[in-house]
C-alpha cells in the first residue's frame, strides 16, 4: 500500500526541539527518512547541519544510534558499521550514511566512491542545501551557477553543478533515487523500497535552506516545489538500470511544459546579482538535462505503450 498523509506511521524519530533554524528543509526530510525506516537503523554522520539537529552529547533530539564521524569519512565509517553487524550477526538493521553536499559531492566523494565500488550494504543519503550551510554558506561542488555565497561574494558561483546522482550512478548501483523534501511522501517510498535492496543505494534529496538561499522561512516547501516545476530538479529513479521518473515530475513529464527558471531565481536573494546571459545559460542547461530524462523515461516505457498509441 503506497503511503499517505492518512496512513504515515505517528511514530517519530526526530524529535520536536531540534537546533535546526525555523522551516529547515533537512530536518522535514529527515523526518521521513526515519519514519522510512521504522527507526530500525544506526545512522552515521560527518560534520554538517546534519550534526547540530542531532545535538550536542549528551543531549538528543533524536532516538535512534548516530555515529559522528569526520568529514571525509561518511563511506567508510558505514562500511565499518556494516562490518560491525555481519560480525555480530544482527539482523534487521539497516545502515544509514547521512552527508550534506559538501561532504558528498566534495569531501567525502572518495570514501562513498570506494564503498560503492565494493558494494557495500548500507543506504548512503546526501541531503543537498547546495553550499556549506553549518559553517556560513561556502560554494560547494554542488552550488547552482549564478549563485551568490560566502566563497563567491559578488558574482556569484560561474560553473554548473556536478551531477552526483549520475556520478553514482556510474557506479552501477542496483538503487538510484533523487527526492525532494518538498515531497516527503516520494522520498519516505524511495527510503522504504531500499531497505530491501542489497548493496549501497544511493538517494540525492533536495532540501532548500531559508537563510543559506535568503527566502522567508516560510517559504521552504514552495522554493522546493518551484525547483522541480522549472525542472531545476527531476524526481527520479533506477532500479536495477530501470529509470522512472516519479511524482511531480512524472506529471510534469505528462503535461509537457516547465515554469520558465525565472520564477524560480527571483524568489530567492542568492540570485540577486544573477545577469541576463547566466539567466539564459541556466535556461538552456535546464532545457538540454529534461530533454535527457525525458528520452530516457520514453525509452523504457513498456512495449505496450506503443502498440496502444499506433492507429
Ligand atoms: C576536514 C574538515 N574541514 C572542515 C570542517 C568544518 N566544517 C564543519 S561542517 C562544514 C560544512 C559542511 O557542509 P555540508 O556537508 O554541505 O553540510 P551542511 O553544513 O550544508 O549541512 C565544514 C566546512 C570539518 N569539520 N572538517
Ligand atoms: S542553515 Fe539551512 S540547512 Fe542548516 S539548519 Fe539552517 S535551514 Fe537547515
Given at each position: 500500500m503506497k503511503v499517505n498523509a492518512v496512513n504515515l506511521?505517528?511514530?517519530?524519530?526526530?524529535?520536536?526541539?531540534?537546533?535546526?533554524?525555523?522551516?529547515c528543509a533537512l530536518a522535514l526530510a529527515y523526518r521521513h527518512i526515519l519514519k522510512a525506516l521504522d527507526g530500525q537503523v544506526i545512522v552515521t554522520v560527518p560534520a554538517s547541519c546534519l550534526t547540530v539537529l542531532h545535538g550536542m552529547y549528551p543531549i538528543t533530539s533524536v532516538n535512534v544510534p548516530c555515529v559522528n564521524t569526520p568529514f571525509a569519512s561518511t563511506g567508510a565509517s558505514a562500511t565499518g558499521l556494516v562490518a560491525g553487524l555481519r560480525a555480530t550477526g544482527k539482523k534487521g538493521i539497516t545502515i544509514l550514511a547521512m552527508a550534506g553536499d559538501g561532504g558528498?559531492?566534495?569531501?567525502?566523494i572518495q570514501s562513498l566512491s570506494g564503498a560503492a565500488e565494493r558494494q557495500e550494504d548500507f543506504i548512503y543519503i546526501c541531503y543537498d542545501n547546495e553550499g556549506y550551510m553549518n559553517t556560513g554558506n561556502q560554494r560547494s561542488g554542488s552550488t547552482p551557477l549564478g549563485a551568490i555565497t560566502g566563497t563567491t561574494p559578488v558574482l556569484g558561483k560561474r560553473q554548473n553543478p556536478k551531477d552526483m546522482a549520475a556520478i553514482m550512478e556510474a557506479h552501477c548501483l542496483p538503487y538510484i533515487a533523487t527526492a525532494n523534501a518538498s515531497y516527503p511522501l516520494d522520498l519516505y517510498e524511495k527510503v522504504r523500497k531500499t531497505?530491501?535492496?542489497?548493496g549501497t543505494r544511493f538517494i540525492h534529496v533536495f532540501t532548500p535552506c531559508a537563510p543559506g538561499w535568503q527566502f522567508p522561512y516560510s517559504d521552504t516547501i514552495k522554493i522546493g516545489q518551484l525547483a522541480v516545476e522549472t525542472g531545476l530538479v527531476v524526481l527520479y529513479e533506477v532500479e536495477d538500470d530501470v529509470f522512472r521518473l516519479t511524482s511531480a515530475s512524472e506529471s510534469l513529464a505528462q503535461k509537457g511544459k516547465l515554469k520558465p527558471v525565472r520564477e524560480y531565481l527571483?524568489?530567492?536573494?542568492?540570485?540577486?546579482?544573477?545577469t541576463e546571459e547566466q539567466i539564459a545559460q541556466l535556461q538552456d542547461w535546464v532545457n538540454a538535462r529534461w530533454q535527457c530524462y525525458l528520452a530516457r523515461a520514453a525509452s523504457l516505457q513498456p512495449a505496450t505503450d506503443i502498440t496502444e498509441s499506433a492507429p
Open positions: 506511521t505517528e511514530t517519530e524519530y526526530a524529535l520536536p526541539g531540534n537546533r535546526t533554524c525555523p522551516g558528498t559531492h566534495d569531501i567525502g531497505k530491501g535492496i542489497k527571483t524568489e530567492q536573494g542568492r540570485f540577486k546579482n544573477v
